[in-house]
C-alpha cells in the first residue's frame, strides 16, 4: 500500500473508531465519511461494507486480547491470569455499543471477516479457562463458550447506564461464579 494510502486508511479507522464508540455498531458509513472529510466513495473503497469497517476495527482489538491471553499466562498464576484477562474482555466488549451481536453472530459463521479473530479470542479465553481448571481454581463444569457468553453478556450489561454504576460489583460477582477460590464464594463455602 502506497504511503498515502495507508495515511488514508489510518484516517478513515480512526474517524470510524471515534464514531463507532460514540453511536455504537449502527455508526453510519456516510456520518464517519463526513466527519473523515472524504467522500462515501472513498471510505467504500477501502472498506467496501460494513463487516469490511467492522473487521478492520475490531481486529486490532481482538489481536490485543488473544496477545494479552498470552502474557498473562506466563506472568500470572491460572486464576489470576483468567481474571485479568476476563476483565480486558469486558472491557472491549464495553467499548463499542452492538459489538456484542456483531461477535456473537461472527463466533458461529466461518464466512464472517470476523470469525477468525473471535476464533482466536475464544481460544485464548479457553487456554486461560483449562489451565485454571486444571490447578482446580476454576469451575469445571465451564467451558470456552460459557466464558466467551459471560464476558459478552457482562460488557454489554454494564454499558446500559442503570448497571453502570454497579460495574465492579457485577465483574466481582461474576468472577466469583467462575472461580472456586475467591473469598466470599458460594462455591468455596459449600466445600
Not at 476476563?86 to 471477516?113: Q, T
Not at 479457562?129 to 464476558?151: I, K, N, Y
Not at 460489583?169 to 462455591?187: E, K, R
Request: hydrophobic letters at 45%; one cysteine or more.
Amino acid at each position: 500500500m502506497r504511503a498515502d494510502a495507508r495515511k488514508n486508511y489510518s484516517h478513515l479507522l480512526t474517524v470510524a473508531r471515534e464514531v463507532v464508540t460514540e453511536q455504537g455498531a449502527d455508526a453510519s458509513m456516510r456520518e464517519i465519511a463526513r466527519r473523515a472529510d472524504v467522500g462515501l466513495a472513498t471510505l467504500l473503497r477501502h472498506f467496501p461494507t460494513r463487516e469490511a469497517l467492522f473487521e478492520a476495527l475490531l481486529r486490532t482489538n481482538l489481536d490485543a486480547l488473544t496477545q494479552k491471553a498470552g502474557e498473562v499466562e506466563t506472568s500470572k498464576p491460572p486464576d489470576e491470569a483468567l481474571v485479568s484477562w476476563f476483565h480486558a474482555g469486558v472491557a472491549f466488549v464495553d467499548s463499542y455499543s452492538g459489538v456484542v451481536a456483531l461477535m456473537a453472530s461472527a463466533h458461529a459463521d466461518p464466512e464472517s471477516a470476523l470469525y477468525a479473530p473471535c476464533i482466536a479470542v475464544r481460544s485464548a479465553g479457553a487456554r486461560l479457562l483449562r489451565r485454571a481448571q486444571a490447578e482446580g481454581t476454576a469451575r469445571a463444569d465451564m467451558d470456552a463458550d460459557d466464558l466467551f457468553a459471560l464476558m459478552s453478556a457482562l460488557g454489554w450489561l454494564v454499558a446500559q447506564p442503570g448497571f453502570a454504576p454497579r460495574r465492579d460489583h457485577l465483574f466481582h460477582l461474576i468472577t466469583s461464579a467462575i472461580l472456586t477460590n475467591q473469598p466470599g464464594n458460594a462455591i468455596n463455602k459449600a466445600t
